[in-house]
Nanobody, 127 residues
Framework: QLQLVESGGGLVQPGGSLRLSCTAS????????IGWFRQAPGKEREGVSC????????NYADSVKGRFTISRDNAKNTVYLQMASLKPEDTAVYYC????????????????????WGQGTQVTVSS
């Protein structure tokens, strides 16, 4: 069974940090680009960041650029999203998604491109 599992969410004060993890089971992430998305109550799911299968290409939404860092450890079959300087507007359910592609530098944040999705992890930024 192919699964993506997110972890690392929680409650954090404004200005704080969290690291989210996205771990695959049932398949290897070596040939998958990974995206992180988030969905706040009443809003559409939006792309936050992506990383290519090689790890050589990354991209970020303007709202998180300079605060979030995406990385991957293929040996652990895991992708990370390090979030710093968190703001209340970062509050959302965060999802990771996998896109199988032979293009090693491909990195997109268009949700319809992705093949597999995790169940999400809640991030709440509040004092």
């Amino acid at each position: 069974q192919l699964q993506l599992v997110e972890s690392g969410g929680g409650l954090v004060q404004p200005g704080g940090s969290l690291r989210l993890s996205c771990t695959a089971s049932g398949f290897t992430l070596d040939f998958y680009a990974i995206g992180w998305f988030r969905q706040a109550p009443g809003k559409e799911r939006e792309g936050v960041s992506c990383i290519s299968s090689s790890g050589g290409s990354t991209n970020y939404a303007d709202s998180v650029k300079g605060r979030f860092t995406i990385s991957r450890d293929n040996a652990k079959n895991t992708v990370y999203l390090q979030m710093a300087s968190l703001k209340p507007e970062d509050t959302a359910v965060y999802y990771c998604a996998a896109l199988k592609t032979p293009v090693q530098h491909m990195c997109v944040m268009t949700r319809t491109f992705f093949d597999y999705w995790g169940q999400g992890t809640q991030v709440t930024v509040s004092s």
